[in-house]
C-alpha cells in the first residue's frame, strides 16, 4: 500500500513566522510531488508542484524535495493569519497508460496567530 | 484559468433515493476523478476515468457508480443513498501525461437522511 505520511498539527506560528510542513512518501518511483492548501468547508487548491531535488519557491512559499530520504517539504515565510488552513501533500502515483493517481497525506492543520 | 464545476454545492437526500453527481471541466483533461472527504479519514479515491468510457475503480468504490459519456463530464451515481455516504465529494481533474496536476472542483456536501 502506497502510503504519504504527514505531521497532523495543529501547528501553530506567530505571524511572521516560518511555517515548516512536512510529509515522507513510500514509493521510490514517484516522480511528481504537490501541496494543496485547503480551506474549511473548502475544496484543495494546488500552490506548489516539484518534480526535481532541491528548492522551489515561488513567492512566500518554497518547496523542498530530496527523493533518496522520500521527503517532501513547504515553507511559507512571513506567515499569514490568511494561511491558516489545511496543507495537504500528495504523491503521484503512476499508472501506465493512465497518467497515473495522487496520493493524499491526512493533511497538517497550520494555525497563524496574529 | 482551469475551470472545474459540480451540479451541487449542497444536496439533501433520503435514504433508498438515487443520487447523481455531476462535473464538468473545459481544461481539456483526460483524467477524472471522484473522491469523498470525511473527517479524520482524509481524501478517499473513489473512481477516476482515463478516457471516455473508461473507468477505474479506486479505494471505496463499494455503493457507487460512474458514468463518463463526454471527456468533459464524469458522473458519480449513488445507486442507492445510505446515511454512510454523507460526505463531502470532490472532483477532480489532469491531464494524462505531463505535470499531472489536479484541480479540484468547489465540492458537493452531500446528506442523506
Redesign the interface.
Known sequence: QKEVEQNSGPLSVPEGAIASLNCTYSDRGSQ?F?W?RQYSG?????IM?I?SNGDKEDGRFTAQLNKASQYVSLLIRDSQPSDSATY?C?V?IM?Y??????I????TELSVKP | DVKVTQSSRYLVKRTGEKVFLECVQDMDHENMFWYRQDPGLGLRLIYFSYDVKMKEKGDIPEGYSVSREKKERFSLILESASTNQTSMYLCASSHVTGDYEQYFGPGTRLTVT
Open positions: 511528481s504537490f494543496y473548502k475544496s484543495p487548491e494546488l508542484s518534480y495537504l500528495a503521484n499508472i497508460n493512465q497518467g497515473g493517481k495522487l493524499f497525506g491526512q493533511g
